[in-house]
Each structure stands twice: as structure tokens, then as C-alpha cells.
């Protein structure tokens, strides 16, 4: 794997490679919005790291609890008729290999509540690992840091 961009304008990378793992963050935002949890755990490696956190204060570790707290908060969503929304920008590579990259992007999540404006409910980076595996592009590491001290309901 390279080292990194030398400059953040390093174009030395794979341009499909990147389309790709872009494609990949993205799905994770689609596929989690529309609460299909089972094809957004198929975006994942078998045993990624995750962890949801702000500074200091882990809320959530393991896909396991990721999973789990999804499907709990869907199910609230849809009964106070919240819609969410991910929004992934600002992204930054620092590495990408033939089989590695790494990087940051910021999210931010927004609801709409009974088909009303949308607010920002959350916001905060992920940090990621994506790895080719058969060729495909997986998240093997996924750390959300939060902007906020607690979670939304």
C-alpha cells in the first residue's frame, strides 16, 4: 500500500478504486436510511471494527450493538414518523493501497417528522477503513465521532 498522498492533490491513486469505496460510503447511508440493515451488513467485512463515540464517551461498540440499536431506532422512527436522512461530504483519502484505503468524511443527519421541515438531528465524522476482498470493497473499520454529547431520539 502507498504511504499517502504526498499532497492532498496526489492524483497517484486508482480512479475506479475510489469511485468505488465512495459508492460503498454512500451505500451505507442509503441502505441504513431506508432501514435495510441486512444489505447495509453486507457493505461491512465479517468482523469490522466499529465504534460510535464523542471524544472520550464510547455510546456504542461492535457491530453487534450497532445492529441491534439500528433496528431499535428504526422501529421508534417510524412510529413518531421521523424521517432520516445521512448526508456524507468533505471527503478526505489518506491512504489507498491495491487492497487498503483509509479516510474521513463528515455526516450529518437530518429528520423530518410527519412529512414537516427537516432539521439536523446529528452531526460529526467517520473515520474508515475500506479492504478488497475478491474484489469487492468492504468497510473493515467504521468510527463515528459525534459532535454531540448524546444521542438524539
Not at 460510503?25 to 441486512?38: F, K, N, S
Not at 421521523?82 to 429528520?111: I, K, P, W
Request: with cysteine; charged share 25%; aromatic share 12%.
Amino acid at each position: 500500500m502507498n504511504e499517502g498522498p504526498k499532497d492532498m492533490g496526489d492524483v497517484t491513486f486508482d480512479v475506479a478504486d475510489r469511485l468505488a469505496i465512495m459508492n460503498l460510503l454512500g451505500a451505507t447511508a442509503h441502505r441504513y436510511d431506508e432501514a435495510r440493515l441486512d444489505d447495509f451488513r453486507a457493505l461491512f467485512t465479517q468482523s469490522p471494527e466499529i465504534r460510535y463515540a464523542h471524544g472520550d464517551q464510547t455510546f456504542l461498540e461492535g457491530f453487534d450493538a450497532l445492529m441491534g440499536t439500528a433496528q431499535a431506532r428504526h422501529e421508534a422512527f417510524a412510529a413518531a414518523e421521523n424521517q432520516r436522512r445521512h448526508a456524507l461530504d468533505s471527503m478526505c483519502f489518506t491512504t489507498q493501497g491495491d487492497t487498503e484505503a483509509t479516510g474521513r468524511c463528515y455526516f450529518q443527519v437530518y429528520g423530518t417528522r410527519a412529512g414537516g421541515m427537516p432539521s439536523a438531528e446529528l452531526t460529526g465524522y467517520y473515520e474508515f477503513t475500506a479492504v478488497k476482498q475478491g474484489g469487492v470493497w468492504r468497510i473493515s473499520r467504521w468510527v463515528a465521532q459525534l459532535d454531540q454529547s448524546d444521542l438524539p431520539t
